[in-house]
């Protein structure tokens, strides 16, 4: 696995290399810790965006008229860096699997019991035996091979003491995978000892040509009506000792001759075991008959899980919809809703003073940029600020005015828009006092609105004020209880 994270990462470091000299715009600085791959992921977005054009789809669609509106004077260029932010974000995350899942698969071959040259590395006293799954490599295939090697032992080792008679429990382990102890034709589970128990557990076979110390059974030449073998457990407790015998009825298997080679093997690896059961480690045979064997030791690699999991992540991350769009959409109709009492007040507060709508939209929008240098926005004036723009580009004002209202997307500038426009084209009677009108009846809607809000509050607040309640109850209560019955 190590090669995909390798050529993975080598990929990564050649678009960082060779986007050393791509540029970004100016004035634009990404936040987090993918902005690392922003040069990559600019490029990337660039070529991305050649190629689908004139297939965008629905929801594509909807985002960019969604930008368009959150940001009237630069929505390509925010459609732009939001889809470069997204792409950085999936290589970052890439990146993080690859690294972590060459850490993975290191760290799985710095764990490896088995060496080149086929030599065992036990574990040391008292961590218990280990499973050890082998691949021999030979002249006539691959075999896959699963030995237990035992714990490293010392002269000086004590049996665990036994407490009480497990009968019943040791007959129903022993068995291991077989049906029965009157059938058994794969190897018994010879347990050291049994959960909730404090006993030590040492098996001795009555016939170990039949059945071995660890529990294998050599039934190849058994004959078809079997052999009974006495097996014997022996419960130990500090200086007492039980003996309990089971008899084991050995049937014969029917295995294929390369299961035979296999167990051969197998029993091979055992004698080894056993031979060197006061040493550091065993030696694996290098032949099996005519054939050369060359042993590795398999090892589970969950890293590839681990790299597709951030993968998907940034790609999950990428294509998921954009919610934060959708608050911000929201945020921005409650912010004109409240706007509006203000922006409808000063156009009458102008045009009362003798200037036309077309210079009062102009000095509105000239007194916001001003406010704006010190990082006061308001969407209201951002579309005024664009529907100047348009009337400066050659834009009619009814056709401007009627813009604004549309972007607005709500009733009341639209009712507004109406009116500058019908003072245009029928010409300003009654304008300004339309305009009070108007004036007066959003302030008393904006009252109304406020109202509302601190209604919705104090039914917020309604949960704390109980679980404050319930602790103030809680600590009248318990100091009264405990007077009461005299603690």
């Known amino acids: 696995m190590w090669a995909v994270y390798i050529i993975f990462l080598m990929l990564e470091a050649a678009l960082l290399i060779g986007t050393r000299g791509e540029t970004i715009e100016e004035g634009w600085k990404p936040d987090g810790m993918y902005r690392m791959f922003i040069k990559p992921a600019s490029l990337l977005e660039r070529l991305t965006e050649e190629k689908g054009r004139g297939r965008e789809s629905a929801a594509k669609i909807r985002l960019r008229e969604d930008m368009r509106i959150l940001y009237p004077s630069d929505a390509a260029g925010m459609m732009r860096r939001r889809r470069t932010e997204r792409i ?8 993080l699997g690859a690294v972590f899942g060459l850490l993975v698969t290191a760290a799985g071959q710095t764990q490896k019991r088995v060496t080149e040259e086929g030599w065992v ?3 040391p006293y008292g961590q218990g035996p280990a499973r050890i799954e082998l691949l021999a490599e030979g002249e006539r295939g691959n075999r896959s091979l699963a030995i237990d090697v035992e714990e490293r032992k010392y002269t000086r080792m004590q049996l665990e003491e036994m407490r009480r008679d497990l009968r019943a429990i040791l007959a129903e382990q022993l068995k291991g995978e077989n049906e029965s102890l009157d059938e058994v034709r794969s190897s018994l589970f010879l347990p050291s000892q049994a959960e909730g128990y404090p006993f030590r557990i040492t098996w001795e076979s009555g016939d170990f040509s039949r059945i071995k110390s660890d529990g294998s059974v050599e039934n190849a030449d058994v004959g078809e009506e079997g052999e009974i073998i006495w097996m014997s457990a022996t419960l130990s407790y500090f200086g007492d000792q039980w003996e309990e015998r089971f008899p084991v009825r050995v049937c014969p298997p029917a ?5 035979i080679t296999q167990n051969l093997l197998l029993e091979e690896i055992r004698r080894r075991d056993e031979e060197s059961a006061y040493e550091e480690g065993f030696s694996l045979p290098d032949r099996s008959g005519e054939e050369t064997l060359q042993w590795e030791e398999r090892r589970s690699d969950n890293s590839l899980i681990l790299f597709a999991i951030f ?13 934060d769009l959708k608050k911000r959409m929201e945020e921005r109709r409650e912010q004109l809703l409240r706007s509006y009492p203000e922006f409808i007040s000063k156009l009458v507060l102008l045009m009362g003073a003798g200037l036309p709508v077309r210079t009062a939209f102009f000095r509105m929008a000239s007194d916001y940029r001003k406010k704006r240098v010190q990082g006061e926005v308001s969407y209201v004036y951002e579309e005024l600020i664009l529907t100047c723009r348009e009337m400066e580009s050659g834009v009619t004002e009814v056709r401007a005015y009627e813009h604004f209202g549309e972007r607005c997307h709500l009733p009341q500038y639209r009712k507004c828009m109406t009116l500058l426009a019908q003072n245009l084209k029928k010409g300003s009677a009654g304008l300004t006092a339309a305009l009070q009108e108007e004036a007066s009846r959003s302030l008393t809607e904006r009252i109304r609105q406020a109202r509302e809000e601190g209604e919705r509050a104090g039914t917020k607040l ?8 319930t602790v103030v109850m809680v600590l009248i209560m318990v100091p009264a209880c405990f007077s009461f019955t005299g603690m």
């Open 88 to 95: 950085s974000a999936v290589l970052f995350l890439g990146f």
């Open 121 to 123: 590395r036990r574990n």
């Open 255 to 259: 295995l294929t001759r390369e299961e």
């Open 311 to 323: 993968l998907m992540a940034g790609l999950a991350q990428y294509g998921l919809p954009d919610r």
């Open 462 to 469: 309604l949960l704390p004020m109980i679980m404050m309640l």
